[in-house]
T-cell receptor, first 113, second 112 residues
Framework: EAGVVQSPRYKIIEKKQPVAFWCNPI?????LYWYLQNLGQGPELLIR????????DSQLPKDRFSAERLKGVDSTLKIQPAELGDSAVYLC???????????FGPGTRLTVL | SQQGEEDPQALSIQEGENATMNCSYK?????LQWYRQNSGRGLVHLIL?????REKHSGRLRVTLDTSKKSSSLLITASRAADTASYFC????????????FGRGTSLIVHP
């Protein structure tokens, strides 16, 4: 069974540029999460989807961040414009409705110069 | 905000020794999970313990949960160099929607 796939693995951009991250969850997993992880910290939830519905996006900075999960499968997280403080690892995870166990992708390491 | 807090922040031991790390949290929970993260990788689920359970085992891992103290511990027995990683606890608050909250993690180094 394939795991959670994320791309790109690494991204370097200049501030004020847009950037997008893509996530493909484990097949059959209805719930998808986007996390932000700063160095030396634990993951912080940005947004959680159940199928195509965003059920918790209270931590998502909506002035510059946006996310979508069309058709309830793949998801894209976008930042526009990026700021220096957005440099972090962006993790995607998925789970089935039957369990709280999350399966994480390898993450996208973003560096904003 | 991060509800779960792991302790210690860093732990350095020799191969073969046991490693114990703790997690404290603030509000009532449905379950608590432990995850491992190797450098530059995503998190890997280790074990889930429900609020009505007190102890759970999985291979060399032993997890305890004390809901009266709002704390959990993860014991890794007979550690190996491959256990070197960061370990996080994640709590699932009781009531309302599931908003997982991770702590800052314990960085474990096992010296061969």
């Amino acid at each position: 069974e394939a795991g959670v796939v994320q791309s790109p693995r690494y991204k370097i951009i200049e501030k004020k540029q847009p950037v997008a991250f893509w996530c493909n969850p484990i097949s059959g997993h209805n719930t998808l999460y986007w996390y932000l992880q700063n160095l030396g910290q634990g993951p912080e939830l940005l947004i959680r989807y159940e199928n195509e519905e965003a059920v918790d996006d209270s931590q998502l900075p909506k002035d510059r961040f946006s996310a979508e999960r069309l058709k309830g499968v793949d998801s894209t997280l976008k930042i526009q414009p990026a700021e220096l403080g957005d440099s972090a690892v962006y993790l995607c995870a998925s789970s089935s409705l039957a369990t709280d166990t999350q399966y994480f992708g390898p993450g996208t390491r973003l560096t904003v110069l | 905000s991060q509800q779960g807090e792991e302790d210690p922040q860093a732990l350095s031991i020799q191969e073969g020794e046991n490693a114990t790390m703790n997690c404290s949290y603030k509000t009532s929970i449905n379950n608590l999970q432990w995850y491992r993260q190797n450098s530059g990788r995503g998190l890997v689920h280790l074990i889930l313990i429900r609020s009505n359970e007190r102890e759970k085992h999985s291979g060399r891992l032993r997890v305890t949960l004390d809901t009266s103290k709002k704390s959990s511990s993860l014991l890794i027995t007979a550690s190996r160099a491959a256990d070197t990683a960061s370990y996080f606890c994640a709590t699932a608050p009781s009531g309302g929607s599931y908003i997982p909250t991770f702590g800052r993690g314990t960085s474990l180094i096992v010296h061969p």
